[in-house]
């Protein structure tokens, strides 16, 4: 574990000789390849052991009964010795220490080579056997021994000055036969030092390759789980779906708790987002949207659980990639207490407190929203004003007065269409809005509002009051006429009507009292 901490830590630098600069890089290249070493490094220690021992057969082959049998056979069992030590440090599923390993390594191949020095010099002559010795040594040290330590480069260099020096001195070998030895020797050792480093480089670029692999793997799953953890920590609601299909991916505890509050999904994964949209719409606009952005909201729209209650919620979206395909990550925040209050605010801007009717600026809100509709054309409007409220309130005070204009509300409200519009204006002030309905109909409506106040008296705190109205009528047939014209037409009759002595109904359009 240290060892790959400080490769972690440390510059991942390949020399020219194909090893790590440093050694704690280097331990940890053999810790991690050591399933692959291991066996190479038992094969060179055992199977090079014994065959170097078995060499004992050829020593008696070619010297006879008169050979030096103990030096020789002491230097062939010493270097099996340091073989079968070799092929033991690597016994096991874990890797050896790494030091050692390479200490023991460079022992054994430097026992390996001397002791054919040793043998030669024995033997006291230079023959084709030994040649061939000499050439499966070098091609087993370069091509299949494993590189550990930059020494073993230089061991068959080396061995190769040193055996052509022995070669010299002895006074029966031919120079000939040097010069044949030196060169084929030599030619092996260029080729087999550059495979050495060729092949150790390449073994310490994959295992490199391979560890940014695993590292980056790693820290993608650990992200992955983190994110995972977030997603499901997170108090907001999240969703995330697949794109442009909508099938649900996942949803987080938060979402979960918002859109199936009472546990009726078995498995999230079996719905799609269009489950849950109120408007069928509203998907094939999150789809537009996100066709030409990366992201999209956040944005009010009103959505159903599966219970089928409406939510409202504030939704956000940005595009991104899961399991290699596309999908889209929905934020969900609800805002159903927040719109409820706003619509609350909306109904009190609008709504007088007194009567509960609409007041001025709710009037002419509902009155522009009919004008701009051909179907509801045409539409009459009726101003109303109480005659002689000032009365009322001077000579039995504002309480009763209040009383008064809640009482009269309720009687004009409970004469009217579902579809009409009654609002408290202003004082003692009314305005009827009347949608699809003629001339005729209107004054007819206002004349009949005027005879439900007169001819009804009023009981308010024990008193008896007799009460009436003058209404003047106006229509508006052309639609995007101006509503504050239109009301102006009418207060100008309703003013006419009480100039005319009151309790009447005026339509100025027309120019005919009724």
């Known amino acids: 574990m240290a060892a790959r901490d400080a490769t972690r830590a440390t510059p991942q630098r390949i020399g020219r000789l194909g090893l790590f600069g440093a050694t704690e890089q280097e331990d940890a290249f053999v810790c991690a390849e050591w399933q692959e070493l291991a066996p190479r490094l038992r094969t060179v220690g055992l199977w090079g052991g014994l065959c170097f021992a078995a060499g004992s057969i050829a020593d008696g082959v070619l010297m006879g009964a008169g050979a030096p049998w103990i030096p020789l056979l002491l230097t062939r069992l010493l270097v099996l010795g340091l073989g079968l030590h070799l092929a033991w ?26 002791g054919l020095r040793v043998i030669v010099q024995l033997q ?79 073994q310490r670029q994959g295992w490199l390759a391979r560890r940014r692999l695993q590292l980056e793997m790693t820290e993608r799953a650990t992200a992955e789980q983190n994110l995972r953890h977030l997603f499901e920590a997170s108090p907001v609601p999240l969703v995330l779906a697949r794109q442009p299909l909508g099938q649900i991916l996942h949803m987080n505890q938060a979402a979960l708790d918002l859109l199936d509050p009472r546990r009726v999904l078995i ?71 927040r719109k409820r209050q706003e619509h609350e605010l909306r109904r009190l801007a609008h709504t007088d407190p007194l009567t509960a009717l609409h007041n001025r600026r709710g009037f002419f809100a509902r009155a522009e929203h009919l004008a701009g509709q051909a179907g509801q054309l045409p539409i009459g409007l009726l101003a109303i004003d109480v005659d002689h409220f000032k009365h009322i309130n001077d000579s039995h005070g504002h309480a009763t007065g209040d009383l008064v204009l809640q009482q009269l509300a309720g009687r004009m409200a409970s004469i009217l269409r579902e579809q009409d519009v009654l609002a408290r204006i202003g004082g003692e002030e009314f305005a009827v809005l009347l949608p699809a309905t003629s001339a005729r109909r209107a004054r007819a409506m206002a004349e009949r509002m005027r005879r439900v106040v007169c001819d009804h008296a009023l009981r308010c705190r024990g008193l008896r009051l007799q009460l009436s109205v003058s209404i003047g009528v106006a229509m ?39």
């Open 267 to 337: 498995d999230p994964a079996l719905a799609t987002a269009a489950d849950f949209y109120a408007d069928m719409r509203t998907g094939d606009m999150l789809g537009q949207a996100l066709a030409h952005h990366e992201a999209f909201g956040p944005v009010d729209l009103r959505m159903r659980d599966t219970s089928r209650e409406l939510v409202d919620v504030m939704l956000s979206a940005r595009k991104l990639r899961y399991n290699g395909r596309r999908a889209v990550l929905v934020s969900l925040v609800e805002i159903t207490h």
């Open 89 to 114: 440090l690597t016994r096991g599923a874990g890797a050896a220490e790494p030091a050692r390993l390479r200490r023991w390594l460079l022992v054994f191949q430097a026992a390996v080579l001397l």
């Open 124 to 202: 006291g002559v230079i023959s084709p056997y030994q040649l061939i010795v000499a050439l499966v040594a070098c091609m087993m040290f370069y091509g299949y021994v494993p590189l550990l330590r930059r020494a073993q480069l230089w061991f068959m260099p080396l061995w190769l000055a040193l055996a052509l020096l022995q070669m010299s001195l002895t006074a029966h070998t031919a120079y000939t036969t040097i010069l044949l030895f030196g060169i084929l020797l030599g030619f092996v050792n260029i080729i087999g030092w550059n495979l050495a480093v060729h092949t150790a480089r390449a």
């Open 476 to 514: 508006l047939e052309q639609p995007g006429e101006d509503v504050d014209a239109l009301l102006a037409r009418a207060d100008a009759a309703m003013y006419r009507a009480k100039q005319d002595g009151r309790n009447r109904v005026l339509a100025l359009d027309l120019a005919t009292p009724v």
